[in-house]
């Protein structure tokens, strides 16, 4: 009888590698379009590192650690005081309290989460005081934009660790949004499960830092949260001062397509997401749901297992999926402003998602692969697969993670079994890709709107 590690290790069938590859070998073979030789190095202003829980049963708890590193700052003449005029308290209730030194409004969950502003050239803070708690406006400026672009990572890592680490307690920090645009962060503190938090939104433009919060009791995180954007709006607005590109430039430009006109980057209202994936009955917690807007852009999980990669800069985001009691299939379309955007997503998943082995403990061994997509899809095709082992035998539990690119939009299709199911066999894996692939088709064909050539 064969022995079933070797068949994992060296499971190969046409068109499909399951050892680790190189992030350039998962790529669609055939004639790519022009890839960027800045990619990598321009890779901390375009994408997001977030930590998120692993949903795998077979996987013991552990911890990874990815450092994402800010883009080099162009060169600027950065802005060291912030103007008399500036509207800080635009959007507070009245009365306001206005200082130039910061008193933290929050009581962060976690040690080391406190926003540490020592080192700002320039500081103001505006403050309302209601009868339990109120909201607050807080700018700073850094004497560069690398520099505040630093201090915006720092605080994104320290928050998405605390939302792993305080996952289930009373006191728990619940992690909204971050780095959607590669410079925000919104997440809530919540002190008990008796419903009081306070909403805290960062924003970064330029060398510039925003901390805009609100305290409520009885009401939703996300709901408090919006209403910390409807406050901070025309705030964030006037930042355009501290940008590099001043206040007069363009907002949501988009790159033409060859022939001179703008990407397309709105989703048809008819786009088929849901095309391929399973038609069983849907109940109130399992089957299809979606396709709808979403806030966030889908964080494509890497290599550790507890680190995630999500674009910002994405225009639109239409999401949905198929689930039942033992797998979930999760899709996201993403347009972004260019291809270019878009590639560099791509590169920047390949380069997260190819890696040896990884011992998670207790036995579990985390084995991640690359696979080509058999049927040439869209300009540029990339599948990531990780399955397991437990104490030196194939363990249940499986996730594929396909990303296709056609022009300036990206669809994300991951397909995970939580350990509920057999064994995973390389017969087995072959199937499923061959299913991610198949299932994917007529997504695809509909993403030629975004094509520079169209439909």
């Known amino acids: 009888m064969p022995d079933p590690m070797d068949e994992l290790e060296n499971f190969t069938s046409p068109g499909l590698t399951m050892d680790p590859l190189p992030a350039a070998e998962v790529r669609r073979r055939g004639t790519r379009l022009r890839r960027r030789n800045t990619a990598l190095a321009a890779a901390g202003g375009v994408l997001a590192v977030a930590v998120i829980a692993t949903p795998f049963a077979v996987m013991a708890d552990h911890t990874g650690s990815s ?18 005029d500036f509207p800080l308290a635009e959007g507070l209730p009245t009365p306001v309290d206005t200082t130039s ?27 309302y005081t209601a009868s339990e708690g109120g909201s607050t406006h807080t700018l700073a400026l850094y004497s560069t934009e690398r520099d505040a672009e ?23 920090v619940e992690l909204l949004t971050t780095g959607q645009d590669g410079e925000s962060l919104t997440y809530a503190n919540h002190y008990s499960d008796g419903g009081d938090l306070d909403a805290v939104r960062f924003v970064r433009a330029g060398n510039a830092i925003l901390q805009a919060t609100r305290y409520s009791i009885g009401v939703p995180a996300q709901d408090t949260a919006d209403q910390v954007v409807q406050e901070s709006a025309t705030v964030v607005d006037s930042m355009c001062v501290f940008s590099a590109a001043g206040c007069d430039a363009p907002t949501n430009a988009v790159d033409p397509t060859p022939d001179g006109s703008p990407a397309v980057t709105t989703v048809p209202a008819d786009f088929p997401l849901l095309d391929g994936l399973p038609t069983t009955a849907a109940t109130k917690d399992f089957g299809r749901y979606g396709p709808k807007p979403e806030k966030g852009p889908l964080g494509v999980i890497g290599c550790t297992n ?18 039942d009691p033992a797998e979930a299939r999760v899709r996201q379309l993403m347009t972004f402003s260019s291809a270019d955007e878009a590639t560099t997503y791509l590169d920047m998943v390949s380069n997260e ?13 985390e084995i991640h692969s690359g696979a080509g997509s058999d049927l040439g899809l869209g300009d540029e095709a990339l599948i990531a697969v990780t399955w397991y082992r437990h104490n030196g035998n194939p363990a249940p539990g499986f996730r594929i993670t396909e990303l296709v690119r056609v022009g300036n ?32 088709a007529g ?11 169209g439909c």
Not at 101 to 116: I, L, Q, R
Not at 353 to 365: E, K, L
Not at 443 to 453: K, L, N, R, S, Y
């Open 306 to 323: 507890d680190v995630s990669v999500a674009p910002s800069g994405t225009v639109e985001r239409l999401g949905g999926g198929w689930t």
């Open 353 to 365: 998602t190819s890696c040896n082995p990884q011992d998670v403990g207790d036995g579990v061994t």
């Open 150 to 172: 630093r201090t915006l990572l720092s605080l994104q890592a320290a928050a998405q660790a605390c939302a792993v680490q305080t996952d289930g307690q009373d006191r728990t």
């Open 67 to 84: 450092e994402p590193q800010p883009a080099p700052s162009p060169s600027a003449s950065w802005q060291q005081t912030i103007p008399a």
């Open 409 to 440: 939009a990206v669809i994300v299709q991951t397909r995970t079994a939580d350990g509920y199911n057999d064994p995973v066999t390389s017969a087995y894996l072959e199937q499923i890709i061959g299913e991610s692939d198949q299932s994917l």
């Open 101 to 127: 030194t910061y008193a933290s409004p929050v009581t962060d969950v976690c040690k080391g989460m406190a926003w540490d502003t020592a080192g700002t050239t320039d500081l103001r803070q505006a403050t």
């Open 443 to 453: 997504v695809v064909d509909a993403m030629c709107v975004f094509a520079a050539t």
